[in-house]
């Protein structure tokens, strides 16, 4: 099962996440955190370090900032994961492309195609081992989607894909949550 649970900054999605997570996984499963923030910065390592410190020591931790297909492949029915979040690794992503792109010179056309292509297979993956009832899973996103239209080309180009990503998550989703000022509201159930 696929629980797909969206919200703005500092909505309150991650902890709803786990809270859900703990819920599935019950006595019978091993909940896993999927993280996929990487530390470029101090603000950023204390981010990290809260989200571990509000954890208890139950959970298994997989740090997985861009391969999420690799990881999701191997998917086990005894455990329970916490993928957290989409738009962390949607940005991952972008700037190793991007890195990539600036050395090369290629244009921004093949980034698209990259990403694109990237989040097709991370769909994939969800629809082979989560749309079923024996592998359950929690996806954490940004809503991105509700402020003003980004300035930079990277921006909106991170901006359409995360909406991209979103709905296409939520449409193979069995239950999707946003979550306001840290209250649910079921989208789907």
Not at 1 to 26: D, N, P, V, W
Not at 132 to 157: A, F, W
Not at 165 to 171: E, G, H, P, R, V
Request: glycine letters at 6%.
């Amino acid at each position: 099962m696929i629980h797909f649970i969206l919200g703005g900054a500092r909505s309150g999605k991650s902890c709803y996440a786990e809270q859900q997570t703990l819920l599935q996984a019950g006595n019978s499963h091993q909940p896993v955190y999927i993280a996929t923030a990487t530390a470029i910065d101090n603000e950023m390592k204390t981010r990290i370090l809260k989200h571990q410190l509000d954890r208890t020591s139950i959970w298994e931790l997989i740090e997985c900032p861009i391969d999420l297909v690799s990881c999701l492949e191997n998917a086990s029915t005894d455990k329970t994961y916490l993928l957290d979040c989409l738009t962390l690794w949607l940005n991952n992503l972008l700037f190793l492309e991007e890195g990539k792109q600036q050395v090369n010179m290629v244009d921004s056309s093949v980034l698209e195609q990259k990403l694109k292509n990237e989040i097709d297979l991370f769909i994939a993956v969800l629809r082979k081992h989560f749309t079923d009832t024996d592998h359950n899973i929690v996806i954490v996103s940004n809503e991105v989607g509700l402020g003003v239209i980004p300035m930079g080309e990277t921006t909106r180009l991170f901006v359409d894909h995360c909406g991209w990503l979103n709905q296409a998550i939520a449409k193979i989703s069995q239950r999707v949550t946003l979550v306001t000022a840290g209250i649910p509201l079921t989208l789907k159930s």
